[in-house]
Nanobody, 120 residues
């Protein structure tokens, strides 16, 4: 059974830093694209950052230059280093592991999320 478990959320003042982790189990995720998304109550989930199997990364404009995504395939884990945090970064952060097969099938797995609160 596949499971993704996030950790590292918390409450920090503006300008602070946090490092999120998401550990996957139940499958080899080496070729999966791993990503972080965030959601505020009543709003749609938005992409924060992704890293594919070749370690190519992509970031939303809102976090570019402040957040860094990385992965450790040996332990099926993706990280999100968040620096210079702003109040508008406050959200529930969830990780996603995704793989699209040649036949069009998509494996799509989600964690339950970890809360990040940026407030003075």
């Amino acid at each position: 059974q596949v499971q993704l478990v996030e950790s590292g959320g918390g409450s920090v003042p503006p300008g602070g830093s946090l490092r999120l982790s998401c550990a996957g189990s139940g499958k080899d995720f080496t070729v999966y694209t791993m990503g972080w998304f965030r959601q505020l109550p009543g709003k749609e989930r938005e992409l924060v950052a992704t890293i594919d199997g070749g370690r190519n990364t992509d970031y939303s404009d809102a976090v570019k230059g402040r957040f860094t995504i990385s992965r450790d395939n040996a332990i099926n884990t993706v990280y999100l280093q968040m620096n210079r945090l702003k109040p508008e970064d406050t959200a529930l952060y969830s990780c996603n592991f995704r793989r699209r097969f040649i036949n069009g099938r998509v494996n799509d797995y989600w964690g339950r999320g970890t809360q990040v609160t940026v407030s003075s």
